[in-house]
Nanobody, 121 residues
Framework: QVQPVESGGGLVQAGGSLKLSCTTS????????TGWYRQAPGKQREWVAT???????TYADSVQGRFTVSRDVAKNMHYLQMNSLKPEDTAVYYC???????????????WGRGTQVTVSS
């Protein structure tokens, strides 16, 4: 089973920055979208950012101008750079990789286990 693993979360003061990483032990036959999501305490999971195979990036209004999604396909690494963090950014952050495997045909979504980001005021 493929499960992306996030890292880079932690505790940071408001106005600070964190860079989240996401990777998998497997490489992909075809890599499509990488999405980042978060779930804050008492809230539903929400979409944060996406990067497509063409490099197009899209962001939720709440993080526009502060977050940057990127990836290094050669290194099998996916990133979410978070700047100017606010307390309301506190959440568990998840990466979702949409891709197909060498061993299994068809595109699927692979969700990470999540990493905690806590922003103190």
């Amino acid at each position: 089973q493929v499960q992306p693993v996030e890292s880079g979360g932690g505790l940071v003061q408001a106005g600070g920055s964190l860079k989240l990483s996401c990777t998998t032990s497997e490489t992909f036959f075809s890599l499509k979208h990488t999405g980042w999501y978060r779930q804050a305490p008492g809230k539903q999971r929400e979409w944060v950012a996406t990067i497509t195979s063409s490099g197009t990036t899209t962001y939720a209004d709440s993080v526009q101008g502060r977050f940057t999604v990127s990836r290094d396909v050669a290194k099998n690494m996916h990133y979410l750079q978070m700047n100017s963090l606010k307390p309301e950014d506190t959440a568990v952050y998840y990466c979702k990789i949409s891709a197909s495997l060498y061993t299994v045909p068809g595109q699927r979504d692979y969700w990470g286990r999540g990493t905690q980001v806590t922003v103190s005021s």
